[in-house]
T-cell receptor, first 116, second 113 residues
Framework: DTGVSQDPRHKITKRGQNVTFRCDPI?????LYWYRQTLGQGPEFLTY????????KSRLLSDRFSAERPKGSFSTLEIQRTEQGDSAMYLC??????????????FGPGTRLTVL | KQEVTQIPAALSVPEGENLVLNCSFT??????LQWFRQDPGKGLTSLLL?????REQTSGRLNASLDKSSGRSTLYIAASQPGDSATYLC????????????FGAGTRLFVKA
């Protein structure tokens, strides 16, 4: 296993279009996270999954955003009716949570979204 | 609400210098504190993870400490090299208010040859 992968790496779209990103976590990891990062800032939490269950969503995640992890493996993040303010790097991370131990998060390379 | 602050925002040092990066957090009810490195336009690389029950972790030239009572963590880099130039981010994994991880804005480090 080579780590967390994300696809596509770059996406340019026009305002109003829908986009979907994919994240493949490290195979044995049960937790998957989505973050958004803008220039000069740290990543901002969007949502996370424990296996296939979406357990928490940030208030940043408007109704135009939806995330799924249907079989507890890969995850998709969809943005509908994109706006210029959605331009950012979208990062995915995964980790293994076992009992009361929260292990380190491993990040993918990110998907850079540009909305024209 | 957890808030994470990193000081300084940017740092430029000559090669070979030892340096300390600071991270402070407002809510001490965390389950871990993680340090990352990020190169421009890239994802994050995990450097060190300190569980809430631990005081420090070491990896090579890096040493991270955690003081939950004072809400502080430090990342010590020994004998800095130009290849250490990157943005260093700390992230607090929370208990209260959910299990979201909150990041600081990072410290941009430049090591001059």
């Amino acid at each position: 296993d080579t780590g967390v992968s994300q696809d596509p790496r770059h996406k340019i779209t026009k305002r109003g279009q829908n986009v979907t990103f994919r994240c493949d976590p490290i195979s044995e990891h049960n937790r998957l996270y989505w973050y958004r990062q803008t220039l000069g800032q740290g990543p901002e939490f969007l949502t996370y999954f424990q296996n296939e269950a979406q357990l928490e969503k940030s208030r940043l995640l408007s109704d135009r955003f939806s995330a799924e992890r249907p079989k507890g493996s890969f995850s998709t993040l969809e943005i509908q009716r994109t706006e210029q303010g959605d331009s950012a790097m979208y990062l995915c991370a995964s980790s293994l949570v076992s009992g009361a131990t929260y292990n380190e998060q491993f990040f993918g390379p990110g998907t850079r979204l540009t909305v024209l | 609400k957890q808030e994470v602050t990193q000081i300084p925002a940017a740092l430029s040092v000559p090669e070979g210098e030892n340096l300390v990066l600071n991270c402070s957090f407002t809510d001490s009810a965390i389950y871990n504190l993680q340090w990352f490195r990020q190169d421009p336009g890239k994802g994050l690389t995990s450097l060190l993870l300190i569980q809430s029950s631990q005081r420090e972790q070491t990896s090579g030239r890096l040493n991270a400490s955690l003081d939950k009572s004072s809400g502080r963590s430090t990342l010590y880099i020994a004998a800095s090299q130009p290849g250490d130039s990157a943005t260093y981010l700390c992230a607090a994994g929370g208990h209260t208010g959910g299990f979201k991880t909150i990041f600081g804005a990072g410290t941009r480090l430049f090591v001059k040859a």
